[in-house]
């Protein structure tokens, strides 16, 4: 889409704040209003589109992409959307450790037990931990508390959470950054160690390189968002 306006504004809705091109009023993919529940919020979306130049790049206008999801694909079903989510307690990258070699145990051993102790006293659960990477199952309990962590959230912080937990391939580590437990960039160093530690064995691949950096973005944009809704 080539650029028609000249200034997007921020302007008073009846939820929240809407954003204006021109005096006409942003509208999702699926047509509904882009209304956001946070002034901070609405400002980041509109300097993305005050920043766009002759055409539009939806990858360099993360904030809209956010609110948009929240608004055309998690309200409509918020729990059904939550559910899939929640159900990465099953699987949490953090679990699931190294067998070798001993540097790559202690590093992930330093970062990874930091992140589940505080979900163990944040929301008073355990975690089944083992090396390799074979199904090891969590307990019910701690499947359904992280679950209603969840379920409890509002469909903007859902629409973050969502790139963080399957980008990083944690729910854990997610739930850290939308409570501020841990800085985003810290996070992201946890979720994304194993491919640092494979770079660093191997040399820097441009391509998997790229691939982590579009990641990393990403995951920053997403806690980014979080920010932004407190």
Known sequence: MRRFWKTAEVVEANAGFGISLDGRRVKTPARADLTVPVRDLSEAIAAEWNGCGDCVDPRAMPMTGL???????????????????????????????????????????????????????????????????????????????????????????????????????????????????????????????DDQWQLEQWGMDSEALASLDARQRDFLAAARFLDLLR
């Open 67 to 193: 609110a948009n999801a929240a608004v055309d694909r998690v309200a409509p079903d918020r729990e059904s959307f939550a559910r899939g989510l929640a159900r990465y307690a099953e699987s949490d990258l953090l679990c699931y450790r190294a067998e070798g070699p001993a540097a790559l145990v202690e590093r992930q051993a330093e970062s990874w037990d930091t992140l589940l102790g505080w979900a163990r006293r944040r929301y008073d659960v355990d975690f089944a931990c083992q090396q390799g990477v074979m199904h090891v199952a969590q307990p019910k309990e701690t499947i359904d508390k992280l679950g209603h962590a969840v379920a409890s959230l509002d469909p903007f912080r859902l629409a973050a959470l969502s790139p963080l937990v399957t980008i990083g391939g944690s729910l854990v580590a997610a739930l850290a950054v939308l409570e501020a437990m841990m800085p985003a960039a810290e996070a992201w160093d946890a979720v994304s160690l």
